[in-house]
């Protein structure tokens, strides 16, 4: 079945500094991957919709300049916090999937810790 | 927008009980799942439904959907500890990327 791996599970980064995340789907290739965030006790919101080769979508009231999306292969998608604030602390989970009636499979997750 | 509300948003049962939870669309799905999330995980799948008044069984799990596909519910029989969990249903929207809109979840706790 199709895995989704996401690095790193948690981290921990002083105000102002960056955090790359990781997305890998594992055995398959995903063209498009979605990166959403989670607060605690909240639900899903989706943040933006990376493409391979393009641009990212971003969701309304998503700073696109904060949230740097990379999708430079068929294989990964990196999300950057950029000067991360404490109010950026939050659960972010990355998703992908083929175009089929299966819904899409999620990574882990990475847990965000800004001090 | 479409929004997708789910009820109730916290149920706490006692082992051995049944439940049920639902899921209204303010619009028609276009493809409706539902999802369950460990603390700590990302969601995983456990149905997809697409024809309206279908009903769908995983194990001690039964999913309908409404006949005019913008309501769903999930049923669990003998509810065990083991489901303990945050319940999301989505609409997969078709179209474009085909994105995922969530609703705001049930957190479901069994206790022993």
């Known amino acids: 079945g199709a895995v989704v791996s996401q690095h790193p599970s948690w981290v921990i980064c002083k105000s102002g500094t960056s955090v790359k995340i990781e997305c890998r789907s594992l055995?398959?290739?995903?063209?498009?991957m979605f990166w959403y965030r989670q607060f605690p006790k909240q639900s899903l919101m989706l943040m933006a919709t990376s493409n391979e080769g393009s641009k990212a979508t971003y969701e309304q009231g998503v700073e696109k300049d904060k949230f740097l999306i990379n999708h430079a292969s068929l294989t990964l998608s990196t999300l950057t916090v950029t000067s991360a604030h404490p109010e950026d602390s939050s659960f972010y989970i990355c998703?992908?999937?083929?175009?089929?009636?299966?819904?899409?499979?999620f990574g882990s997750g990475t847990r965000l810790t800004v001090v | 927008t479409q929004l997708l509300e789910q009820s109730p948003q916290f149920l706490s049962i006692q082992e051995g009980e049944n439940l049920t939870v639902y899921c209204n669309s303010s619009s028609v799905f276009s493809s409706l799942q539902w999802y369950r999330q460990e603390p700590g995980e990302g969601p995983v799948l456990l149905v997809t439904v697409v024809t309206g008044g279908e009903v769908k069984k995983l194990k001690r799990l039964t999913f309908q959907f409404g006949d005019a596909r913008k309501d769903s519910s999930l049923h669990i029989t003998a509810a065990q500890p083991g489901d303990t969990g945050l319940y999301l249903c989505?609409?997969?929207?078709?179209?474009?990327?085909?994105?995922?809109?969530f609703g705001q979840g049930t957190r479901l706790t069994i206790n022993p």
């Open positions: 989505a609409d997969r929207r078709v179209g474009g990327a085909q994105k995922l809109v």
């Open positions: 055995d398959f290739q995903a063209t498009t």
């Open positions: 998703s992908a999937g083929q175009v089929t009636n299966y819904g899409y499979t």
